[in-house]
């Protein structure tokens, strides 16, 4: 079941272009960010800024959860999965993230016990098949993902599992997107509100975005259908005159979002005083860590972490890419010394990075001396 | 099936797969075949997948859920 022929429509899309294009006013841009890694992998993959008329422009925004993780905290993950005894398992995304001596799949090569799942539930199957092994799982994500953190959580404690814990970076949605509308020379003029995280955290969570920073903000799916009725939907609030959270996404996403997977992120998790994320710098209470309940399953409590905070490489704009501040084909390195097979940034790495995103689908449509082109 | 079997299998195919594997940046909609305690048996593009309903608990055969990391997040509403 791939349930997405309908919002695949060619001829609902032209519709939804032409709608688009008479909403727009000749030479006045609406420069829209769509927030969600997701949303510009598909906006990449199925060329939607071509549909679009040059008085929209798409700004990527900082919702990769594997681009945001800083360096240092892979250097953690890395030094976890060099204890002895230790088994670290983690997404697959996350194993080509290059931390200062190099990625996890490279303290594999080194001999690191480390493994890739695709569910935190996976990593506590195997913490269950290999009792004499610790098993440490590497979570990352933003509000989507910390629910299966959670449920696995409560299930490690439900069954007594003595040799797991998770080394928890989850982070919030909302403190970046703070960060964002408080940076000085903002020229975001509305939002791309993600799906998933709204699955779980509900539209009303993004209510500040209107109510405190006069933009409008449209919860959105994620296929070309709905991204250019959730664009369309934007430019019909301006057209109007209103600034207000509208859900595109209505068949999955509820105002309230899910209060069970809210529950759950609760119970296991509490708030950090502030984390430090790619591009971003340290936010205050922008991440999620293990509450004194679940200590025995808490990683930071488990291993001595060197916890270093570590400056990326001074050629990679990830950071700037992260806030919009440029694109992906603006960095020195993007396709050349920064590549999907040797990424230099997280923005490179994740499929749904900005960087590999573009490299994938979008570069080839640019003129090649704005686009360095290798491999 | 789970954990190391489904890792290896997953490991030769992560190269294919079009959308991230930690944030399901597709609708990752799976059809519930059956359910058991805690979990539904889903059909993942033909893969039979067993997926955690805790914060589902109410999914029935013949649900669509909005499957991520292994759990169910959400039944979704059919038709456009």
Do not use: K, W, Y
């Given at each position: 079941v791939r349930y997405v022929d309908e919002y695949r429509d060619p001829a609902l899309a032209r519709s939804l272009a032409a709608e688009i294009r008479s909403l727009v006013t000749a030479g006045e841009v609406v420069r829209v960010m769509e927030v969600c890694g997701g949303h510009t992998h598909a906006i990449y993959r199925h060329g939607l800024e071509e549909l679009l008329p040059p008085e929209v422009e798409l700004v990527h925004g900082p919702g990769c959860p594997v681009c945001v993780i800083p360096t240092g905290r892979v250097d953690d993950a890395i030094a976890i999965a060099e204890t002895d005894g230790v088994t670290l398992a983690t997404f697959g995304d996350m194993l080509r993230v290059p931390g200062s001596r190099g990625s996890l799949l490279d303290a594999k090569a080194r001999g690191a016990d480390v493994r890739m799942v695709y569910s935190p539930l996976d990593a506590l199957?195997?913490?269950?098949?290999?009792?004499?092994?610790?098993?440490?799982?590497?979570?990352?994500?933003?509000e989507t993902?910390?629910?299966a953190t959670a449920v696995t959580l409560l299930r490690a404690r439900a069954d007594g599992t003595p040799n797991f814990s998770v080394f928890c970076n989850h982070v919030l949605i909302e403190p970046p997107l703070r960060a964002i509308l408080d940076s000085p020379g903002l020229t975001v003029d509305a939002f791309i509100g993600p799906g998933h995280v709204s699955t779980v955290i509900g539209t009303d969570a993004y209510r500040f975005i209107p109510e405190e920073y006069g933009r409008a903000v449209v919860v959105s799916a994620f296929e070309p259908v709905d991204l250019l009725q959730s664009i369309a939907m934007l430019l019909r609030q301006r057209a109007e005159g209103r600034c207000e959270v509208e859900n595109q996404y209505t068949r999955v996403v509820r105002r309230e979002?899910?209060?069970?997977?809210?529950?759950?992120?609760?119970?296991?998790?509490?708030?950090?005083e502030d984390f430090e994320w790619r591009g971003l710098g340290v936010l205050p209470a922008s991440?999620?860590?293990?509450?004194?309940?679940?200590?025995?399953?808490?990683?930071?409590?488990q291993f001595a972490l060197p916890g270093a905070r570590i400056e990326d490489p001074k050629a990679c704009r990830c950071g700037d890419v992260l806030t919009g501040r440029i694109k992906p084909w603006e960095c020195g390195v993007f396709g050349t010394a920064c590549t999907p097979e040797r990424p230099l940034g997280t923005c490179m790495v994740s499929s749904e990075g900005a960087c590999a995103a573009f490299f994938s689908y979008g570069r080839l449509r640019r003129p090649r001396e704005q686009v360095p082109v290798v491999g | 099936?789970?954990?190391?079997?489904?890792?290896?299998?997953?490991?030769?195919?992560?190269?294919?797969?079009?959308?991230?594997?930690?944030?399901?940046?597709?609708?990752?909609?799976?059809?519930?075949?059956?359910?058991?305690?805690?979990a539904a048996v889903v059909d993942l593009d033909g893969r039979l997948e067993r997926v955690a309903i805790d914060l589902v608990p109410e999914a029935r055969p013949g649900d669509l859920l909005l499957c991520h990391a292994g759990i169910a997040l959400e039944r979704l509403v059919e038709g456009p």
């Open positions: 199957a195997l913490a269950a098949q290999e009792p004499d092994r610790h098993l440490c799982f590497f979570a990352i994500g933003f993902t910390a629910p979002g899910n209060e069970r997977a809210v529950a759950a992120i609760a119970e296991t998790m509490e708030v950090r991440a999620l860590r293990v509450r004194d309940a679940f200590a025995a399953f808490d990683a930071e409590r | 099936v789970t954990g190391a079997e489904r890792h290896d299998e997953r490991v030769s195919s992560v190269h294919e797969r079009l959308h991230c594997v930690t944030c399901a940046d597709e609708a990752v909609a799976a059809r519930v075949r059956t359910v058991e305690a805690l």
